[in-house]
């Protein structure tokens, strides 16, 4: 069984940073690459940015590049998401996820005012 579980969300105004982690339990983290989602009120859940499972490559949503960067402690079992220059459409409920399983974490809100 394995356990993802998100922190470091919350509330920001426009422009500010957030640093999201999302920590495993159970399971060879460093085997897997790990991916972070997002979902808006009233849309559909779209991936933010995965990183593969050395942390050799990583992908983003082309609405976050340049602003949001995802890495990996492998010593920690743990991903991370540094969100910078925040905007409020970046306002969402925040997951991450092990790619081609049904682990996700339980989302954290994140919230950026205008």
């Known amino acids: 069984q394995v356990q993802l579980v998100e922190s470091g969300g919350g509330l920001v105004k426009s422009g500010g940073s957030l640093r999201l982690s999302c920590a495993a339990f159970?399971?060879?983290?460093?085997?897997?690459?790990m991916r972070w989602y997002r979902q808006a009120p009233g849309k559909e859940r779209e991936l933010v940015a995965s990183i593969t499972s050395t942390g050799g490559s990583t992908d983003y949503l082309d609405s976050v590049k340049g602003r949001f960067t995802i890495s990996r402690d492998n010593a920690k079992n743990t991903v991370y998401l540094q969100m910078n220059d925040l905007k409020p459409e970046d306002t969402a409920v925040y997951y991450c996820n092990r790619p081609y399983s049904n682990y996700w974490g339980q989302g954290i809100q994140v919230t950026v005012s205008s």
């Open positions: 159970g399971s060879t983290f460093r085997s897997y690459s």
